[in-house]
């Protein structure tokens, strides 16, 4: 039998009190990472906080990361994590939404990104085009999401004072609606193994991505 899954995050994201001049917000899966001053509390990613002076800068393909690209899809290759033997799933997909917000002379700028992690996907079936399709749809999936992001952020037509407050509850609300959504794709497509339901999830998926602007 063919089983996967999508292994996702939560962002928790905080703003620091005004600061001058330029504030970009890295949005990245740190389990257990700590504030200064504030209790540890492991179970709980947070948002990595930076100054910079530059427009938020693309997230670049690495041997942890793999953007996600329309000409460019999935191999088995790309999953190099060891397989976890317990686990009755055949293949494990990580992938998440890479958020960074940048402000600069209050001129608020975002870039959104899916990103594909190989150091954390698996596969225990590697000859299955099946379940590769599965997993691709996964990143596809989490490429709408992206899409989707962003375009909620330029409409909500933000200030760099006015994300203080308002950019949690955006962020927030668009990875529940993301991992909603994931998590309905496996249990419709029964994790690839309806066929027919898997089929139409590829084809919706591949829909929307071709009517969503980039």
Not at 12 to 30: E, G, S
Not at 42 to 64: G, I, K, N, Q, R
Not at 116 to 124: A, I, Q, T, Y
Request: aromatic share 8%; hydrophobic share 45%.
């Amino acid at each position: 039998m063919e089983h996967s899954r999508i292994f996702t995050d939560f962002v928790a994201v905080k703003l620091l009190p005004r600061l001058p001049a330029v504030l970009l917000l890295a949005f990245c899966i740190i389990p257990g990472a700590v504030w200064a001053g504030e209790p540890s509390v492991p179970s709980a990613p947070t948002a990595a906080v930076a100054l910079a002076e530059a427009m938020p800068a693309p997230v670049a393909d690495t041997d942890s990361t793999i953007v996600w690209k329309a000409n460019q899809r999935l191999t088995w290759d790309d999953f190099r994590a060891r397989p976890a033997e317990t686990d009755p799933l055949h293949a494990l997909t990580s992938s998440d939404l890479d958020v960074q917000i940048s402000c600069t002379n209050d001129q608020f700028r975002i870039a959104v990104q899916a990103v594909f992690r190989p150091l954390e996907s698996w596969s225990k079936n590697r000859e299955s085009e099946r379940l590769l399709r599965h997993e691709q749809t996964h990143f596809d999936l989490t490429e709408v999401h992206a899409r989707l992001l962003r375009q909620v952020l330029l409409r909500a037509n933000l200030t760099c004072e006015m994300a203080r407050t308002a950019l949690k509850p955006i962020v927030d609300a668009a990875f529940k609606r993301w991992q909603d959504e994931q998590d309905r794709y496996d249990q419709e497509a029964n994790h690839g193994l309806d066929h027919p339901a898997q089929a139409r999830w590829e084809a919706d998926v591949a829909e929307r991505l071709q009517k969503l602007p980039k």
